[in-house]
């Protein structure tokens, strides 16, 4: 027992016993009081704190199994899709890998909301039961809120952009991004910051609310531009025949066939310069294979223009490479 406390025992009538007084500074309470306390506002206190966590349990197990639900559909869509869904998928930015860590984050976003949500009202209501006057305390709260909402301006800007750019789904793990001070590839996104690496290696932590514009080279489709000189005298029936039966070929080859959504097409004569005639194809493809695709149809253009005794453009006054295609 403290120091100052002292134990009394208080009469309660003839031939009654005595009950033990506890008087703290002046306060006296009595056992009946204590039990009474208990029976009432006690239980409605720990009444309070039970509701309280089987909210937070309930509703937290309500997000998880949201959130599991979305990530299975999305794997589930994905895996039924044949080429045209899985192009389609990449297009939308459905990819697996890609719902699940944004679902998983809007999902651990709104976990912590609940639990703050329904922790703060469960404070409340308890300091109401145990008596404390609300008043002060809520406008002390209010205007130490103020206070660190000015100091700490930049922190709620950084999570209301990350909160945004979640649920408009700007960009996800694995997208190669520019915004503006760095262009890489996203390696992990959070609500405060965005982490990323350039093509150097160096790895970029950007703020959320300091991007002002996002490029997202990953997202949508990305197209795979070949441009085939060949010489003018040439019949461009002929090349363009030539190039069309290596696009539908490509189209089908299976190494290929995830990366593009459909076979690549042949534009006809783009451009007619001097001796050079210049045949464009055109291929849309997944995000981000843009390049591998221009490449390996380069490469077989060239190939078959070379079988058929295609004529490579005339060489400049300054030389170039003994014939072939440049």
């Given at each position: 027992m403290p120091v100052g406390d002292v134990l009394s025992v208080v009469p309660r009538g003839a031939g009654l016993p005595a009950l033990p007084t506890l008087s703290l500074k002046g306060v006296t309470l009595t056992l009946e009081q204590v039990q009474e306390w208990l029976l009432t506002d006690g239980l409605r206190v720990l009444l309070t704190i039970v509701m309280a966590v089987v909210a937070v349990w309930a509703l937290r197990r309500l997000?998880?199994?949201v959130v599991a639900t979305m990530t299975s559909k999305s794997a589930r869509r994905l895996a039924e899709s044949g080429r045209a869904g899985k192009a389609l998928a990449n297009a939308a930015g459905l990819a697996t890998e890609r719902q699940r860590q944004r679902v998983e984050?809007?999902?651990?976003?709104?976990?912590?909301?609940?639990?703050?949500?329904?922790?703060?009202?469960?404070?409340?209501?308890?300091?109401?039961?145990?008596?404390?006057?609300?008043?002060?305390?809520?406008?002390?709260?209010?205007?130490?809120?103020?206070?660190?909402?000015?100091?700490?301006?930049?922190?709620?800007k950084d999570f209301l952009a990350g909160i945004f750019m979640i649920l408009e789904d700007q960009y996800g793990v694995g997208d190669v991004i520019d915004t503006g001070e760095a262009v890489g590839t996203v390696e992990e996104v959070t609500l405060r910051i965005t982490r990323l690496r350039d093509a150097?290696?160096?790895?970029?932590y950007v703020r959320n609310g300091e991007i002002?514009?996002?490029g997202n080279k990953s997202q949508g489709f990305s197209t795979a531009i070949v441009d085939m000189p060949v010489s003018y005298t040439e019949n461009a029936e002929r090349v363009i025949a030539i190039i069309r039966e290596v696009s539908v070929t490509m189209g089908e080859d299976a190494e290929w066939s995830d990366r593009l959504s459909e076979a690549p097409k042949v534009l006809g004569v783009e451009t007619i310069s001097g001796a050079t005639m210049t045949i464009r194809t055109i291929a849309q493809c997944a995000p981000g294979e843009n390049f591998a695709v221009q490449r390996e149809l380069r490469e077989r253009i060239k190939n078959a223009l070379d079988a058929a005794g295609v004529q490579a453009p005339p060489l400049g006054p300054f030389g170039g490479p003994p014939g072939g295609h440049p």
């Open positions: 997000i998880d199994r984050t809007i999902g651990s976003l709104l976990r912590s909301v609940v639990t703050f949500t329904v922790g703060t009202m469960a404070g409340l209501t308890i300091m109401a039961l145990l008596g404390i006057p609300l008043g002060p305390l809520l406008a002390s709260a209010g205007v130490a809120g103020v206070a660190i909402g000015f100091g700490a301006q930049s922190l709620v150097d290696g160096v790895t970029w002002i514009r996002i």
